[in-house]
């Protein structure tokens, strides 16, 4: 194999899923071109892409934004334990 196949090998499989995003955005009546870099800019959300296709994109394409962490609840046990710690 050459260097062309190894990076060939290394690529993601398509995602069905952003094939019908694109598909999609091109419904609107947008470019290909224009779509794939909105998806891009917007990390794959259709939303977004959305509004920088009908809002203008950005100069830049933007830091991806963290995942929110759920954080665990707190919950008080004072109640199931006595005085004595037992």
């Given at each position: 194999?050459?260097?062309?196949?190894?990076?060939?090998?290394?690529?993601?499989?398509?995602?069905?899923?952003?094939?019908?995003?694109?598909e999609l955005l091109m419904a609107m009546g947008?470019?290909?071109?224009?779509?794939?870099?909105?998806?891009?800019?917007?990390?794959?959300?259709?939303?977004?892409?959305?509004?920088?296709?009908?809002?203008?994109?950005?100069?830049?394409?933007?830091?991806?934004?963290?995942?929110?962490?759920?954080?665990?609840?707190?919950?008080?046990?004072?109640?199931?334990?006595?005085?004595?710690?037992?």
């Amino acid at each position: 194999r050459d260097a062309a196949d190894e990076i060939f090998l290394k690529l993601p499989a398509p995602n069905p899923a952003t094939r019908s995003n694109v598909e999609l955005l091109m419904a609107m009546g947008f470019p290909e071109d224009e779509v794939q870099r909105a998806l891009d800019y917007a990390y794959d959300n259709v939303e977004q892409a959305a509004t920088y296709l009908m809002e203008g994109m950005p100069a830049h394409r933007p830091a991806a934004r963290p995942v929110p962490v759920a954080h665990p609840r707190t919950v008080d046990m004072s109640a199931y334990y006595d005085a004595s710690g037992g």
